[in-house]
């Protein structure tokens, strides 16, 4: 048992950036060793402060990148499509109309929560106080704030997403009850225990540390709250797998280019992230099959008229990530791509 706990710690370690055994090593243990190898340590430590220099050189990169997509491509995004920025849920191979889409929308939340066993009657288990972890412009913050009559507070990298998500708030008369702020969620500007449903809607994949994603998660969670992550992830590797294939990780890269996303992780690596932080009652399922009309939908709508002249008037990013979204397509047809939901709780104690 323990053999297999730590090959599985040391399978997390190397995914996931965190550092292995060797390099945890106690100073006291350090201390010990000859000077030859002090000299060796020196440049150990000095490799591994340049390489996390380099780290986070990229990961700051990578956040301005969301950023400034957010900022440039959210008011079109809300023109054509609404306050909801993710994946409607259809039923499976359904027929449907573009004006179909804002309801599956909406239908993908209820769905979430109903995963994640979240009862809307009984009062007394209802969330009070929700956090909504890369909030866009406060679509799910304001549905699940007037659902619960919930205090609700969103985060974003996006300055121009809390602007949008605070003006639509006002407007429906919800700025009492949410509350948007730029906070990165991999370090969010909450206290431990804070809400009791810790909300990610379709933002995990632009993560690039999903272990810090997750223990943020967590560490938010009040005792006994659930965590609801529902998230593009590759398919789950076989055992005999060490990673995708080359033309798989080809697709997925130019993906990740066009909408500022990381490499990504399987549904099985979140739930193995989550039971290494002794979190409970975790469940995943894959919604690919629910989802399958959206990005035909989201093409569609872009290749009208006001869909072209909106595109061409938003900026490069935005026509960047329009030109990929048939390779979301080819990815979600080649069983690559999943659309997942990973649910846990946190332990009372
Ligand atoms: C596809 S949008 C989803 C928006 C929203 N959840 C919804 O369903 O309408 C992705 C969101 O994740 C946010 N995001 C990405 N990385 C983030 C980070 N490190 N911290 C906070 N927000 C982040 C983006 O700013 C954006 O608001």
């Known amino acids: 048992m323990s053999s297999l706990l730590s090959t599985w710690g040391s399978r997390l370690r190397l995914r996931f950036g965190l550092p292995t055994s060797s390099e945890r090593q106690s100073p006291a243990v350090v201390a010990e060793r000859p000077l030859r190898a002090s000299a060796r340590g020196t ?3 000095v490799a591994r402060a340049a390489r996390s220099t380099r780290e986070e050189v990229e990961v700051e990169r990578l956040q301005r990148g969301i950023a400034e997509l ?7 995004w ?16 359904a027929v449907v109309s573009l004006s179909d889409h804002r309801s599956a929308q909406i239908r993908m939340i209820e769905e979430a929560l109903r995963f994640a066993s979240l009862p809307a009657e009984d009062k007394l288990k209802t969330p009070r106080t929700i956090v909504d972890v890369g909030c866009g412009i406060g679509g799910s913050s304001r549905y699940l704030a007037r659902k619960y009559g919930a205090q609700c507070q969103g985060i974003t990298l996006s300055p121009v997403q809390v602007q949008m998500a605070q003006a ?11 509350s948007f702020q730029v906070a990165d969620a991999l370090n969010q500007p909450f206290s431990d225990g804070q809400f009791d449903l810790v909300w990610s809607m379709e933002s995990g994949e632009h993560m690039p540390d999903k272990m810090k994603f997750v223990s943020e998660l967590a560490r938010v969670a009040a005792p006994g ?3 609801i992550i529902v998230t593009w992830c590759h398919r789950d590797l076989a055992p005999s797998e060490e990673s995708l294939r080359p033309k798989e990780k080809e697709l997925l890269n130019k993906i ?6 990381p490499d990504w992780c399987s549904s099985a690596d979140y739930v193995d992230l989550l039971r290494s932080l002794s979190l409970e009652d975790i469940k995943a399922a894959d919604w690919s ?8 939908a989201v093409i569609k709508t872009a290749l009208t008229w006001k869909g072209l002249t909106s595109l061409l008037r938003s ?5 960047k990530g329009a030109l990929v979204m048939p390779l979301m397509i080819e990815g979600y047809k080649k069983d690559l791509i999943k659309f997942s939901i990973i649910t846990c709780r946190k332990p009372e104690k």
């Open 78 to 93: 809300e023109d054509i499509w609404g306050d909801h920025m993710h994946h409607g849920f259809y039923d499976s191979n």
């Open 315 to 319: 900026g490069w990013k935005t026509i």
């Open 70 to 76: 957010y900022d440039e491509s959210s008011g079109v």
């Open 168 to 178: 639509l708030a006002a407007e429906q008369g919800l700025a009492d009850k949410v």
């Open 43 to 45: 440049r150990t430590t």
């Open 225 to 227: 709250a659930r965590i």
């Open 289 to 296: 099959e629910y989802v399958a009309p959206f990005w035909p």
């Open 256 to 261: 990740c280019n066009a909408f500022y996303l």
